[in-house]
């Protein structure tokens, strides 16, 4: 028994296509747990598409989907002085952000150089760009990775002509700039500023999650036992709140089901919300994933490694074994065991 995400296969492909419509030259993204449908199928699927050119996250990952994407790959995570090699030398394109990195490597590299954008995570300063030593090797571009919210106002497009406008009076090529987090609209408003730069938007989770209803994660249920009001259960022996029945499932914390990423919160009604469940769980009422029969249902107790257990009260008739439960998890963070098309 798994825990399966099933791919309504025809409409997730038809998703795809209608990114890779409004974003000319987009450069699709695989990384982590591969937005819960594997590194190696979004490979395949990038190469489905015709795409030149695919990210990823990490060295080990370029080395993971080598064989499933036979065009180049851009490891989007800054090398560092002294890293190993990775992936297929002559399709290995590496992220560089600082300039004492170029020196080191090999001649013939192909590297893209990473900005220091307003998010301020990682990249060179305007003041670097007269510092890049890049006799023998290949620059691919250069790349801005940008916020996703502006509570300031400012305009995305202005940050990124600013970049543009830096590297050409530093002397450098400005033909090829990749982009994360920005619009269509905003990308054509760069392209009719600067006609000689080809601006590729990276994306992942819009090209591969963008339609979500393509996508629906299923557990199956392998144990319904009857409980009344009162009785004990489980690792810790809580009571039941009232007679019903103990559903063990599929999906557990290695699979992700029951951690939760930290969220950035917006607004009066959210936070509220967000006290509402932490009071909830200081005595110990936690909503699970899982609905059944077209209920939210709580988790008994914490998930377990493999499998949760879930409360359904007895004015709803229990599911048989074998029976799935339509569950709603986020997809970068779950790792099913099996994906399913249909």
């Known amino acids: ?18 990114v890779l419509a409004e974003f000319p030259g987009l450069v699709p993204v695989a990384k982590g747990n591969g937005y819960g449908l594997g590194n190696v199928r979004l490979a395949e699927e990038a190469a489905r598409l015709g795409v030149p050119l695919l990210a990823v996250g990490t060295g080990a990952e370029a080395d993971a989907v080598a064989g499933a994407f036979p065009g180049d790959l851009l490891v989007l995570t800054p090398l560092r002085a002294g890293e ?37 995570r990682h990249g060179i300063a305007p003041a670097d760009l007269g510092r890049l030593a890049l006799d023998g090797r290949a620059l ?102 009232s007679d019903g029945h103990l559903l063990v499932v599929t999906g557990g914390t290695a699979h992700g089901v029951g951690l939760e990423a930290p969220k950035y919160v917006h607004g009066v009604v ?33 998930p377990h490694m493999q499998v949760s257990i879930l409360f359904l009260p007895s004015d709803h008739k229990p599911p048989a074994i074998g029976d799935e439960l339509a569950l709603n998890v986020r997809h970068t963070t779950t790792h099913f065991d099996r994906v399913a098309d249909r």
């Open 1 to 18: 028994m798994t825990l399966t995400l099933s791919v309504e296969t025809a409409r997730w492909r038809a998703h795809q296509q209608s």
């Open 84 to 120: 190993p090699e990775a992936g297929p030398r002559d399709r290995t394109v590496r992220t560089v952000s600082h300039p004492e990195v170029l020196p080191a490597l090999p001649a013939g590299s192909r590297v893209v150089v990473e900005c220091m954008t307003s998010m301020r």
């Open 140 to 241: 691919e571009g250069f790349a801005l990775h940008l916020p996703l919210d502006r509570p300031d106002g400012s305009d995305p497009v202005a940050e990124v002509a600013a970049w543009v406008t830096a590297i050409t009076a530093a002397g450098l090529p400005a033909a090829s700039v990749f982009l994360s987090h920005l619009a269509a609209a905003d990308v054509s408003r760069l392209r009719r500023q600067f006609p000689d730069t080809a601006f590729r938007s990276r994306i992942g989770t819009r090209l591969w999650l963008g339609d979500v209803d393509a996508l629906q994660a299923v557990a199956t249920v392998l144990d319904v036992t009857p409980v009344g009001r009162g009785e004990r259960y489980g690792y810790r022996q809580h009571r039941a709140p």
């Open 270 to 302: 959210p936070r509220a919300k967000g006290l509402a469940r932490a009071g909830l769980a200081t005595v110990n009422r936690t909503l699970s994933p899982y609905a059944w029969d077209g209920r939210q249902l709580w988790f008994a107790e914490p």
